[in-house]
Nanobody, 114 residues
Framework: QVQLVESGGGLVQPGGSLRLSCAAS????????MRWYRQAPGKERELVAH????????TYADSVKGRFAIFRDNSKNTVYLQMNSLKPEDTAVYYC???????WGQGTQVTVSS
């Protein structure tokens, strides 16, 4: 069955960096676009970044443009989110999602605080 497993979250100081990973299994990974979402306490889940199946198309939320980068390694069935210049408002649970599906990982907590 389809599985998405996120990792790489943690506590980081403002201005720091983290790299999130999402390991996928149970489907032909390279055939699907993938997305990262996040949900902060008391807020709705929001789209952070999108990447096409072969990685050519990438889009970002305005709030993370220039700071975050999404990329994928289809040989490892993994999609990544490189997060730089982190801000306290980036604090959230981050989820990966197979585009146009209801498949989600369990989420990984990112906390940006001094």
């Amino acid at each position: 069955q389809v599985q998405l497993v996120e990792s790489g979250g943690g506590l980081v100081q403002p201005g720091g960096s983290l790299r999130l990973s999402c390991a996928a299994s149970g489907f032909s990974f390279s055939s699907y676009a993938m997305r990262w979402y996040r949900q902060a306490p008391g807020k709705e889940r929001e789209l952070v970044a999108h990447i096409g199946g072969v990685g050519g198309i990438k889009t970002y939320a305005d709030s993370v443009k220039g700071r975050f980068a999404i990329f994928r390694d289809n040989s490892k069935n993994t999609v990544y989110l490189q997060m730089n210049s982190l801000k306290p408002e980036d604090t959230a649970v981050y989820y990966c999602n197979r585009y146009q599906s209801n498949y989600w990982g369990q989420g990984t907590q990112v906390t940006v605080s001094s």
